[in-house]
């Protein structure tokens, strides 16, 4: 077309859409799924802009929040249309084609290596897997701020945009048309676009329709011949479902008519409109749970979450929430965990969404979550910013906090690898499904445990349940995971504190001297390996009324030995002679310890300073 201004895609989302036209990826519906969670954010967005400004919705079919798909198979056009916000020019510039995302070249990478396109939803690139399907796409759209304008592509490493003056205006909303490549034309079959719609749409919040067909008996004139066929008007009520008798009419009392097949067309809902979350949980079963999860995820694999959480809060403030433990963490968990604002929370107000950046919802050790929070409590009617300051956030954070940790915690309880021998037996009693959750606790550290760590750090009111979860070896660990709750289980008589060493890997730290004497009178160490954890520590002073203490520091008690006294006499001279020699510029102190065995004299940190271990971990931040 004359009018239309060319453009070219960002290199980085040309990148994208060629690994997208070149894949051999067999299961190409995943398009399907992401074009409705595209209408449905849409829908989001202008619902939620109605909730301040009600002219902004419009009339008649205008205001209709709903989701329709089209198929023409005479062109081999499938068409996807959303009354939602739209875009203007310039978002269809912008969102189609011109800025990546920070996800782009996340996901063209994942692609080179071990891709799987079905995760395309996570980066935030879902639009371009339409070119899976098809080589050609359309993208009318119409915002209230903007004329109506197309978007197109042949993905051949450029777009155009005209202002549309030849489609039928679409009031407001985007309509997506797909022409369908020569192999993918079963999109075009009424019944499997029905299948997959039930299947990706579960839990839209919008109802979604298809213009579906059907047989139907009409009576017709006998003696007048076929001559006004096909003419019959569609049925076109959005309303009525399986109405078959309706058309029957008045005239069937005369004699002379005959009956004959005719296909009309109508809007036919797919999808009932039912949040899972205002269920009670008794009723959700645990595959229904882990559809949910898929859908909230974005996430298509057969991976189920590895724990959820789904309760009614009642009193001051009300609301209802679906928290889920993934089964793997993010691309991106730790990577932007300072500067990232997002969080995985969906905040819905009386069953409308508001937000899914919502941060004042849960801290940031916790953002590996997801789920959504819907309050009756918060107002409906107030800005984004009005409802962050409101007051009632701060007692949802509280119980969301609560009921998150209960859900980690009882990941645990449940894996009969976490278990002591005791409780062991009581859950083999009555849990039938011990395989499945077997070393599940283990798979949850490996993922998440750093967020745990973060937590006791950052989280001083919650600090004790989260020590519950920190997981470590030791010197007695048997090269498995254990607890601060089964350490104490395991502590001599006599033994006060608890002990700890921290170093690079527990390799290097099972040769370490600080570790003798210990050893040698059957104490147990820690080994602390992350560098997260010299911070930790700093922190986490004490646990069940016991003192943590670092071997490789100042104060160790290993309990008085009555030869002490005798040997700090005897070697006075000697500690005196070590300290003029090493001189106060180097140590602080020269003492006899009992600490050791074989080493004849160790390097010891101050309790207050940094351990050697510390040391080496801000040399390399600072090189
Ligand atoms: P994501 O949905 O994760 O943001 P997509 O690649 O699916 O990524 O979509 C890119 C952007 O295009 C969206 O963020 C949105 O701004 C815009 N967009 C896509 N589809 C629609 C639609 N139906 N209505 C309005 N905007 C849309
Ligand atoms: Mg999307």
Not at 238 to 249: F, H, R, V
Not at 367 to 374: A, I
Request: proline share 3%; aromatic share 10%.
């Amino acid at each position: 077309r004359s009018s239309a201004e060319k453009f070219e895609f960002q290199a980085e989302v040309s990148r994208l859409m060629d690994i997208i036209i070149n894949s051999l990826y067999s299961n190409k519906d995943i398009f399907l799924r992401e074009l409705i969670s595209n209408a449905s954010d849409a829908l989001d967005k202008i619902r939620f802009l109605s909730l301040t400004d009600k002219e902004i919705l419009g009339e008649g079919d205008n205001s209709k929040l709903e989701i329709q798909i089209k198929l023409d198979k005479e062109n081999k056009v499938l068409s996807i249309r959303d009354r939602g916000i739209g875009m203007t020019k310039e978002d269809l510039v912008k969102n189609l084609g011109t800025i990546a995302k920070s996800g782009t070249s996340a996901f063209v990478e994942k692609m080179q290596t071990s891709g799987d396109l079905n995760l395309i939803g996570q980066f935030g690139v879902g639009f371009y897997s339409v070119y899976l399907v098809a080589d050609y796409v359309e993208v009318i759209s119409k915002h209230n701020d903007d004329k109506q304008h197309v978007w197109e592509s042949k993905a051949d490493g450029a777009f155009a945009i005209s202002e549309d003056t030849w489609n039928e205006p679409l009031g407001r909303g985007t309509e997506i048309r797909l022409h369908l490549r020569d192999e993918a034309q079963e999109y075009l079959e009424e019944g499997k676009l029905k299948d997959l719609v039930k299947r990706y749409s579960e839990f839209i919040n919008f109802p979604i329709y298809i213009w579906g067909s059907k047989e139907i008996d009409v009576e017709v004139p006998a003696d007048e011949d076929e001559s006004n066929d096909g003419e019959e008007s569609p049925e076109t009520s959005s309303e009525e479902e399986d109405d078959a008798e309706k058309s029957e009419d008045e005239d069937s009392e005369k004699p002379k008519t005959k009956k004959v097949k005719e296909t009309t067309y109508e809007w036919e809902l797919l999808n009932d409109v039912k949040a899972i979350w205002l269920r009670s949980p008794k009723e959700v079963t645990e595959e229904e749970y882990t559809k949910f999860y898929h859908s909230l995820a974005k996430d298509f694999s057969d991976d189920k979450p590895m724990a959820w959480s789904h309760f009614n809060a009642e009193g001051d403030v009300e609301f209802k929430a679906v928290l889920f433990v993934p089964p793997k963490a993010p691309h991106d968990l730790y990577e932007s965990y300072y500067n990232s604002k997002k969080s995985n929370l969906k905040l819905y107000v009386r069953r409308v969404f508001i937000s899914d950046e919502f941060d004042e919802l849960l801290p940031k050790y916790l953002s590996f979550l997801l789920g959504l929070v819907d309050s009756d409590t918060l107002p409906l009617n107030v800005s984004r910013e009005m409802l962050q300051q409101h007051s009632s956030l701060k007692t949802i954070k509280k119980k969301l906090i609560r009921k998150a940790l209960d859900m980690i915690r009882k990941i645990a309880e449940e894996d009969p690898d976490e278990s002591s021998d005791k409780e062991k037996k009581d859950a083999q009693k009555s849990s039938g499904d011990d395989d499945e959750k077997k070393g599940q606790y283990t798979r949850f550290w490996n993922e998440f445990g750093k967020s745990i760590k973060l937590g006791i750090i950052e989280d001083a009111t919650n600090r004790n349940r989260l020590a519950k979860l920190l997981r470590f070896e030791s010197t007695k660990s048997d090269g498995k995971l254990t607890s601060l709750d089964q350490y104490i289980s395991r502590m001599k008589s006599g033994q006060k504190d608890i002990f700890y060493i921290t170093g690079s890997s527990k390799e290097q730290l099972e040769k370490s001297p600080f570790l003798e004497r210990l050893k040698k009178k059957n104490y147990e160490v820690i080994f602390f390996t992350d560098p997260v954890d010299e911070y930790l520590m700093q922190y986490l002073m004490d646990y069940e009324d016991k003192k943590f203490q670092n071997v490789s520091k100042e104060g160790l008690k290993l309990g008085k030995d009555s030869k002490d006294k005798e040997l700090k006499e005897s070697f006075k001279d000697l500690t005196k002679w070590w300290k003029t020699h090493l001189s106060f510029d180097n140590v602080d102190d020269v003492k006899v310890s009992n600490r050791l065995d074989n080493t004849p004299c160790v390097v010891v940190t101050s309790k207050y300073g940094w351990s050697a271990n510390m040391e080496r971990i801000m040399q390399s931040q600072t090189l």
